[in-house]
């Protein structure tokens, strides 16, 4: 699992691909509760997209859709956004 956070991918890929593999709620919720996911995110989103908020509505579906597909949770992308914006306002 470590080498997966350190690739960039997120929680919820992480877990889907552990549960394909028989790993029980418990030890798996255990596991992932060592990581930053909200770190690990905005190094993904920092390295692919730099530190600017999104220019318009198609730049922001890409990069949500970027996020979701590495496995990130959709309230912590839209959270990370929202972070964005304000800092360039």
Partial sequence: MRSRFAKGQGAERIRQ???????????LE?????????EAMERVHAKKFGD???????????????????GFAQDRIQALLRRLRRSDE
Avoid: I, N
């Fill in 17 to 27: 691909e552990l549960r394909l593999k028989g790993m029980g709620e418990e030890g």
């Fill in 30 to 38: 255990e596991c992932l509760a060592e990581y930053d996911w909200d």
């Fill in 52 to 70: 600017a908020a999104p220019a318009g509505p198609k730049e922001c579906a890409a990069r949500v859709r970027f996020l979701s597909q590495r």
